[in-house]
């Protein structure tokens, strides 16, 4: 296709910052077409709900003409929250076609919502080593968020294709990124302002899933309370800017104390997933999200998880090509992680 514009972008709506990517097949892999994020005000998305959709429209439009997006068709990803339900089942086995007609059924007495309300998928994982049962992953999403997510995509001019699953996202991320290695568990871990999600893959495959409902935004409300600041301020005190009045002891003091309990979290749903798995116990953590971004919070992380722990690269495998500023993209990567992810996604891809 010549003029074509074929392709999608990858659209991460968070509640701090909206990204948008967008990756060209190139032979043997990807390259980097397109990468652009916006911060947008924090009462826009609360609680992983849209509160001020006309707001966020005209900010995904500013978005899209920042980046000069000239795609239409947008892949998107919501949280869990309370509104997304993510299970690993035992079925019975049958096939694609099969369970498709029984999801319904199925899925009912795992879904603690009325079954007509949510959207279902699911994905297969292959046989059990019990004969005749097989694995599935069982994915439930309230009708009406995914709604909300839609209607303000196609609100801002876009064409919302397909509505992902942030943490599927990441996975699909680390699977063009890195070797699978199949006797290893690996906890994917992305923090941003409100949300966590963690993703724990053994060899390569999902088997825990979790979203907890804080992220990075503690921090700024710490900050706000502590030195008194606007929302602003704040956060620029996160990225290291240095504010009158404030000074930077002090604050990373107030930082540290707070990054416990996010990571505190993060131990707890390890702690669960220990407990309620016959799984081995987890290897090694790769962390996405802002909250990374912060001074000394990966090294923080691993002395409170004692986990083998590594930043998210998401274009260890992705060309970048010169025109962009190779400084900043490092820089600012593990944020672009969820957008690149969801931009991985094709049309047609279960
Ligand atoms: N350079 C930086 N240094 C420190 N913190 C940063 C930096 N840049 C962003 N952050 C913080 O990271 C968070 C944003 O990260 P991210 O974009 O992953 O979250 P989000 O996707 O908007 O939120 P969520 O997914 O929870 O709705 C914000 O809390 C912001 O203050
Ligand atoms: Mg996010």
Do not use: W
């Amino acid at each position: 296709m010549l003029f074509g514009k074929k392709g999608t972008i990858g659209l991460d709506i968070g509640s701090s910052y909206i990204k948008v990517a967008q990756l060209k097949d190139i032979k043997g892999g990807y390259e980097l077409e397109l990468f652009d994020m916006l911060p947008i005000p924090p009462d826009l998305i609360v609680e992983g709900s849209i509160i001020d959709s006309f707001r966020l429209k005209d900010s995904l439009k500013e978005l899209i003409r920042k980046a000069n997006i000239k795609i239409k068709d947008a892949v998107t990803g919501i949280a869990g929250h309370s509104s997304v339900i993510i299970k690993r089942i035992s079925l019975p086995e049958m096939s694609e076609e099969e369970l498709s007609e029984s999801i319904k059924f199925e899925a009912e007495q795992y879904v603690p919502f009325d079954i007509e309300d949510v959207n279902l998928d699911f994905q297969i994982l292959g046989p059990k080593e019990e004969a005749g049962q097989m694995d599935v992953i069982l994915v439930a999403v309230k009708k009406d968020v995914v709604n909300e997510y839609v209607s303000v995509v196609k609100e801002a001019g876009l064409n919302p294709v397909i509505v992902d699953i942030n943490s599927f996202a990441l996975e699909n991320l680390y699977e063009v990124n890195y070797e699978i290695e199949p006797e290893k568990n690996i906890a994917i871990v992305n923090i941003g302002a409100n949300t966590i999600n963690i993703n724990i893959l053994k060899g390569g495959i999902s088997v825990f899933t979790r979203d907890s409902a804080i992220g990075s935004n503690i921090h700024t409300e710490a900050l706000q309370r502590e030195f008194n600041l606007t929302y602003e301020n704040a956060e620029r005190i996160k990225r290291g800017e240095p504010l009158e009045n404030v000074s930077p002891e002090d604050a990373f003091f107030v930082i540290e104390s707070t990054s416990d309990e996010i990571i505190g979290e993060v131990n707890r749903s390890f702690e669960y997933f220990r407990s309620t798995t016959s799984q081995a116990d987890i290897h090694e953590v790769i962390l996405s999200g802002g909250c990374v971004l912060l001074k000394d919070f990966p090294k923080l992380f691993v002395e409170k998880v004692g986990i083998e722990t590594k930043v998210i690269e998401p274009f260890k495998n992705i060309q970048i090509p010169k025109r962009f500023d190779m400084a900043y993209i490092q820089e600012i990567a593990p944020i672009a992680a969820v957008a690149t992810g969801l931009a991985l996604r094709r049309l047609g891809d279960r």
